[in-house]
């Protein structure tokens, strides 16, 4: 027989090992079964992320003098989700990243989700379109590439949208394409002057104030104006962003487009895509 403190020490191992065991499956089969992330896992991800993590990553993830970029940092994003789960359970020892030992498995589990959303890395990976189809779309039929700029190619009047994807969900990007009516930002509203001298330029308001106006025409070339020496300055009510889209592009094509859109990134990386479930072959 073993003396009465080795066989403690067998049975403690024992113990701590089949409960480290169940803790693992009880987590990987917390993450099979759970459907997509709604709304109450997301609240409570929030929660836990602002009571535990803001305080020194930010309440966007995105650092502070405390802690490191959680957000947009390629090397956090590419983490999976167990990884991700066992730094916030154990810590990662040498930084001021400490354990959170007190944390439930369905908290860390909705703290990933949260993460995640911060990341851009949300249920809209779920591609529901082939983003190879949307960069056709986008530089082409759509002529979304006439007025903005992707990972540096494309015009400049309109927002750059390299990073639009990582922020909003499918389905934010899709009613953003298809809106009717539109109000444009501050800095894309267009105008149409008329100088002293009968030159007409029309382009986007970028700066204003009381006594003088500057122009961005299409040509990219800006002009500078007193408003005392305008013959006309009139605001033109329809935005630059066609608001026909719904029409015009089919519904397999906005498809393409949001998925093309969700995956590109400014350093030139694509966020890990998963087919739908029932996609065929």
Same mark, same amino acid.
């Given at each position: 027989?073993?003396?009465?403190?080795?066989?403690?020490?067998?049975?403690?191992?024992?113990?701590?090992?089949?409960? #480290?065991?169940?803790?693992?499956?009880?987590?990987?089969?917390?993450?099979?079964? &759970?459907? !997509?992330?709604?709304?109450?896992?997301?609240?409570?991800?929030?929660?836990?992320?602002?009571?535990?993590?803001?305080?020194?990553?930010?309440?966007? @993830?995105?650092?502070?003098?405390?802690?490191?970029?959680?957000?947009?940092?390629?090397?956090?994003?590419?983490?999976?989700?167990?990884?991700?789960?066992?730094?916030?359970?154990?810590?990662?020892?040498?930084?001021?990243?400490?354990?959170?030992?007190?944390?439930?498995?369905?908290?860390?589990?909705?703290?990933?989700?949260?993460?995640?959303?911060?990341?851009?890395?949300?249920?809209?990976?779920?591609?529901?379109?082939?983003?190879?189809?949307?960069?056709?779309?986008?530089?082409?039929?759509?002529?979304?590439?006439?007025?903005?700029?992707?990972?540096?190619?494309? @015009?400049?009047? @309109?927002?750059?949208?390299?990073?639009?994807?990582?922020?909003?969900?499918?389905?934010?990007?899709?009613?953003?394409?298809?809106? &009717?009516?539109? #109000?444009?930002?501050?800095?894309?509203?267009?105008?149409?002057?008329?100088?002293?001298?009968?030159?007409?330029?029309?382009?986007?308001?970028?700066?204003?104030?009381?006594?003088?106006?500057?122009?961005?025409?299409?040509? @990219?070339?800006?002009?500078?104006?007193?408003?005392?020496?305008?013959?006309?300055?009139?605001?033109?009510? !329809?935005?630059?962003?066609?608001?026909?889209?719904?029409?015009?592009?089919?519904?397999?094509?906005?498809?393409?487009?949001?998925?093309?859109?969700?995956?590109?990134?400014?350093?030139?990386?694509?966020? !890990?895509?998963?087919?739908?479930?029932?996609?065929?072959?």
């Amino acid at each position: 027989m073993f003396p009465i403190r080795r066989s403690c020490h067998y049975l403690l191992a024992a113990s701590l090992s089949l409960w #480290i065991t169940n803790a693992c499956l009880c987590f990987a089969q917390h993450n099979r079964s &759970s459907g !997509p992330r709604n709304q109450t896992s997301s609240a409570q991800g929030r929660n836990v992320f602002n009571s535990s993590c803001a305080g020194c990553h930010g309440l966007d @993830g995105r650092g502070s003098d405390k802690a490191v970029n959680i957000s947009s940092n390629a090397r956090t994003r590419h983490l999976s989700d167990a990884e991700l789960s066992g730094i916030i359970l154990n810590g990662l020892p040498g930084t001021g990243m400490p354990a959170f030992h007190t944390l439930t498995a369905g908290q860390v589990h909705a703290l990933v989700a949260y993460l995640r959303l911060l990341q851009g890395k949300t249920e809209a990976r779920n591609l529901r379109g082939d983003p190879k189809r949307g960069k056709e779309v986008f530089f082409g039929k759509g002529e979304c590439a006439n007025c903005h700029t992707l990972s540096g190619q494309g @015009g400049f009047l @309109g927002p750059d949208l390299s990073a639009y994807g990582s922020s909003a969900s499918s389905e934010a990007i899709r009613d953003e394409i298809v809106r &009717s009516q539109r #109000i444009p930002a501050r800095g894309y509203r267009r105008a149409a002057v008329v100088t002293a001298d009968g030159n007409r330029f029309e382009g986007l308001v970028r700066n204003e104030d009381n006594f003088s106006v500057q122009l961005q025409t299409a040509d @990219g070339s800006f002009h500078f104006f007193q408003k005392s020496e305008l013959r006309n300055f009139d605001r033109l009510e !329809p935005s630059l962003m066609p608001t026909n889209y719904g029409e015009r592009l089919s519904a397999g094509e906005l498809d393409d487009l949001v998925s093309f859109l969700l995956v590109a990134s400014p350093d030139g990386t694509r966020a !890990p895509l998963r087919k739908r479930e029932d996609d065929s072959e």
